[in-house]
């Protein structure tokens, strides 16, 4: 129990202090912004596919369950308003960060880790580079572009998928769906599930740092650490939801 004790407070310590230490290179040149641009190619329009089939099949599930259960109670007209609600606060951002962020983190993650233990970042530590700033800024920085846009594309298909299943499986007017559903979610409940997606971003892209910087025992270990990466991340996205949410309902409710 202590040995799991003590590896879970050297985990979180050490992603702490590689948040500082990223926070603290922010600013410092050179830009690498030929580094941020491949890295937002590589985060985010190579996993297009994945973020936006999962948010419509979602948008369509949550929509098609909705409205078998609602119309016990003749509440069926507000399954528009409750499938962009659960949509846009929760659904998109998590599932995006959870399916996209898996991907992301567990590929730099096995980047790094190879890099380290093929000793390339201790050479870059010798050539005098910056490897906090030349490796994990660039991915940082295109983290915090790349989810929030993927979430609001996730968003908005989720919610059009929503709408076409109940018109298709329920024969509801798409007119009267829409002006329900415009009428009870406001700019906050957008902007709610935009602003987790941010911390999402950095969350994600830090523990797939972290664990590559970390990697030891050569390939059998940089196997193990990209698995745990994926857990990792899954967990962290989840836990962090929570608070995200407390925090965002004392901020603005």
Not at 27 to 52: F, K, N, T, W
Not at 157 to 167: D, E, H, W
Not at 179 to 207: A, E, H, Q
């Amino acid at each position: 129990m202590d040995t799991y004790l003590r590896r879970g407070v050297i985990w979180y310590g050490g992603v702490g202090l590689l948040a500082a230490s990223v926070c603290r290179n922010l600013a410092l040149p050179p830009a690498y912004l030929a580094h941020v641009i491949r890295e937002i190619d590589i985060m985010g329009v190579q996993s297009l596919g994945v973020a936006l089939t999962a948010a419509v099949f979602t948008g369509m599930v949550f929509a098609l369950q909705s409205a078998v259960n609602m119309a016990r109670f003749g509440a069926e007209a507000y399954v528009g308003p409750l499938t962009a609600l659960a949509i846009l606060r929760e659904l998109g951002p998590v599932l995006t960060a959870i399916l996209v962020g898996g991907k992301v983190a567990s590929g730099i993650t096995a980047e790094l880790g190879s890099m380290k233990v093929t000793e390339q970042i201790d050479a870059l530590r010798t050539l005098g580079v910056n490897y906090i700033k030349r490796l994990i800024v660039p991915r940082i920085l295109a983290a915090l572009v790349v989810f929030p846009l993927l979430t609001v594309l996730a968003n908005a298909l989720g919610v059009l998928g929503g709408m076409v299943m109940m018109y298709f499986e329920r024969g509801a007017d798409m007119y009267a769906y829409w002006n329900v559903t415009t009428y009870w979610v406001v700019p906050r409940d957008f902007l709610m599930g935009v602003g987790k997606s941010v911390f999402f971003g950095v969350i994600v892209t830090l523990i797939g740092c972290y664990n590559g910087l970390t990697t030891e025992g050569g390939t059998e270990g940089l196997g193990r650490a990209t698995t745990d990466t994926v857990v990792h991340v899954t967990m962290g996205v989840i836990i962090s939801d929570f608070f995200l949410t407390k925090l965002f309902l004392i901020l603005f409710w």
